[in-house]
């Protein structure tokens, strides 16, 4: 597979080539980051408090396995996010492994940006 042509940093003023998907050079993706975490509401505050906490860990231990691969599972994720109107219940959770949530995240933001 070839080599994607070198693009430049997004932030502003920097010049550094990256290769890849366009983004940030590695100095400026933590900046980036830590400007994000710092305006992000903690998850006590998002509706992750002991009560999520305790339901997660009844729901994982009656699901033990990724609903995607059949992995290991450690994550419960909302089908539909509660930030878009989801339930808060079983019926909208599911199990999955590290890998599968964020390939699933990821495929949710990139269809979330083109509509």
Request: glycine fraction near 8%.
């Amino acid at each position: 597979m070839p080599w994607m042509t070198p693009h430049g940093c997004r932030y502003p003023g920097c010049g550094t080539l990256i290769r890849g998907t366009p983004g940030y050079c590695s100095e400026h993706r933590k900046v980036v980051r830590q400007r994000q975490d710092e305006n992000r509401p903690s998850a006590s505050e998002r509706g992750y408090g002991p009560d999520w906490r305790r339901r997660r860990a009844l729901f994982l231990q009656e699901h033990p396995d990724c609903s995607s691969c059949g992995d290991p599972a450690p994550v419960v994720d909302h089908v539909i996010p509660l930030s878009k109107g989801g339930a808060d219940d079983e019926s909208n959770w599911q199990a999955l492994c590290k890998m599968c949530h964020d390939s699933w995240k990821q495929r949710i933001d990139r269809k979330a940006r083109t509509l």
